[in-house]
């Protein structure tokens, strides 16, 4: 196996994630038609009408592709004109000799390409852009240990499923293979917990704390509420949520001590003085890789929101799928 073979196999869907290339429930026609290890349903059906067919689909009704149709064309050219003058323009603003340069060059900090400089004034592009090389390593570390994972506590063997003939299914489906499918299932997932947890750490510090407590509210809202009011709940929630982060700037436990746990420690400085310094201050200062939490949980918002209604609007399927189960 070449190197980039290997690379391949690395990313590849099944690495990312099982359920996208094999559900953790086969279906009966899945089942009949083909073992577990053999359904791929991120590959195109080989099976009916040819390579790259899908099964049931009348091509005879299809428009063929316009990829060479004239208004393709014309999309072409502006492409090819636009973007490069986007990289033009950009670059020419930033060179010294530009006139307006001196209105913007104490903002400017040395940047990775030789001779050039960067704009890092703004705090969360600034963030992203500092911990690019962080990332490129998270990139690279992810399926590594997801790999070293499945090395160390594989799925035992099908036939050694104590429970399997316990499981209620259609005898279609041999019960062995439903117990692998969540074992593979429940072994992800654990993975997934483990891992999302030390990330979640390394990057906001104790403020992960802070972020766990409302990923467990929103839970607790989506499947402890009543039905019907799960919907009104979310969006309330999610929304008081964005004002309240804004309005209280990521809630600091130094404020929160002061408010309610008095307790503190002294901390010498040079003047020979010992100002209080509460507890909550000791642990602000420990605020990982991203201290402003706060901001980059905009985006966690909306899939709580989504989270939230794909539970809701399940309950109105008359049959499911475990790969649905975010």
Same mark, same amino acid.
């Given at each position: 196996m070449?190197?980039?073979?290997?690379?391949?196999?690395?990313?590849?869907l099944d690495?990312l994630?099982?359920?996208?290339?094999?559900?953790?429930? +086969?279906t009966?026609?899945?089942?009949?038609?083909?073992?577990?290890?053999q359904?791929?349903?991120?590959? @195109?059906?080989?099976?009916?009408?040819?390579?790259?067919?899908i099964?049931?689909k009348?091509?005879?009704?299809v428009?063929?592709?316009?990829?060479?149709?004239?208004?393709?064309?014309?999309?072409?050219f502006?492409i090819?004109?636009?973007?490069?003058?986007?990289?033009?323009?950009?670059?020419?603003?930033?060179?010294?000799?530009?006139?307006? /340069?001196?209105?913007?060059?104490?903002?400017?900090?040395?940047?990775?390409?030789?001779?050039?400089?960067?704009?890092?004034?703004?705090?969360? /592009?600034?963030t992203?852009?500092?911990?690019?090389p /962080?990332?490129?390593?998270?990139?690279?570390?992810? @399926?590594?240990?997801?790999?070293?994972?499945?090395?160390?506590?594989p799925?035992?063997?099908?036939?050694?499923? +104590?429970?399997?003939?316990?499981?209620?299914?259609s005898?279609?489906?041999?019960?062995t293979?439903?117990?692998?499918?969540?074992a593979?299932?429940?072994?992800?997932v654990?993975?997934?917990?483990y891992?999302?947890?030390i990330?979640?750490?390394?990057?906001?510090?104790?403020s992960?704390?802070?972020?766990? $407590?409302?990923?467990?509210?929103?839970?607790?809202?989506?499947?402890?509420?009543?039905?019907?009011y799960v919907?009104?709940?979310?969006?309330? &929630?999610?929304?008081?949520?964005?004002?309240?982060?804004?309005?209280?700037?990521?809630?600091?436990?130094?404020a929160?001590?002061? $408010?309610?746990?008095p307790w503190?420690?002294?901390?010498?400085?040079?003047?020979?003085?010992? +100002?209080?310094?509460? =507890?909550?201050?000791?642990?602000?200062?420990?605020?990982?890789?991203v201290?402003?939490w706060e901001?980059?949980?905009? &985006?966690?918002?909306l899939? $709580?929101?989504?989270f939230?209604?794909?539970? /809701? =609007?399940?309950?109105?399927?008359?049959t499911?799928?475990?790969?649905?189960?975010?």
């Amino acid at each position: 196996m070449t190197l980039f073979d290997y690379g391949r196999r690395l990313y590849s869907l099944d690495t990312l994630d099982t359920r996208f290339t094999a559900s953790s429930r +086969p279906t009966l026609k899945q089942t009949v038609s083909d073992t577990r290890a053999q359904i791929d349903p991120a590959k @195109p059906s080989t099976t009916a009408g040819g390579i790259g067919r899908i099964p049931g689909k009348d091509y005879a009704t299809v428009s063929p592709s316009k990829w060479r149709n004239p208004e393709f064309f014309v999309y072409y050219f502006v492409i090819l004109v636009a973007v490069p003058m986007m990289f033009k323009v950009t670059y020419d603003v930033s060179k010294p000799s530009h006139p307006n /340069y001196s209105n913007y060059a104490r903002l400017l900090s040395p940047g990775w390409i030789p001779g050039r400089k960067v704009d890092n004034s703004d705090n969360q /592009y600034a963030t992203f852009r500092d911990n690019l090389p /962080y990332m490129f390593l998270l990139l690279l570390l992810h @399926p590594l240990l997801r790999r070293l994972y499945d090395y160390v506590f594989p799925v035992q063997n099908q036939s050694s499923f +104590p429970h399997a003939k316990t499981l209620q299914v259609s005898t279609a489906i041999p019960a062995t293979q439903i117990a692998a499918a969540d074992a593979r299932l429940t072994k992800r997932v654990t993975f997934d917990l483990y891992f999302g947890v030390i990330f979640l750490c390394a990057l906001h510090g104790f403020s992960a704390f802070k972020v766990l $407590l409302l990923l467990s509210i929103n839970f607790a809202l989506a499947t402890q509420l009543p039905y019907r009011y799960v919907p009104a709940a979310t969006w309330i &929630f999610n929304i008081g949520v964005l004002f309240a982060n804004e309005l209280c700037k990521g809630y600091p436990l130094a404020a929160v001590a002061d $408010l309610g746990l008095p307790w503190s420690v002294s901390t010498e400085i040079s003047s020979g003085e010992a +100002p209080q310094v509460n =507890w909550g201050s000791l642990l602000d200062s420990y605020g990982g890789l991203v201290p402003r939490w706060e901001i980059l949980f905009n &985006f966690t918002v909306l899939r $709580l929101i989504s989270f939230n209604f794909d539970h /809701y =609007w399940s309950f109105g399927r008359l049959t499911g799928s475990p790969e649905e189960v975010r």
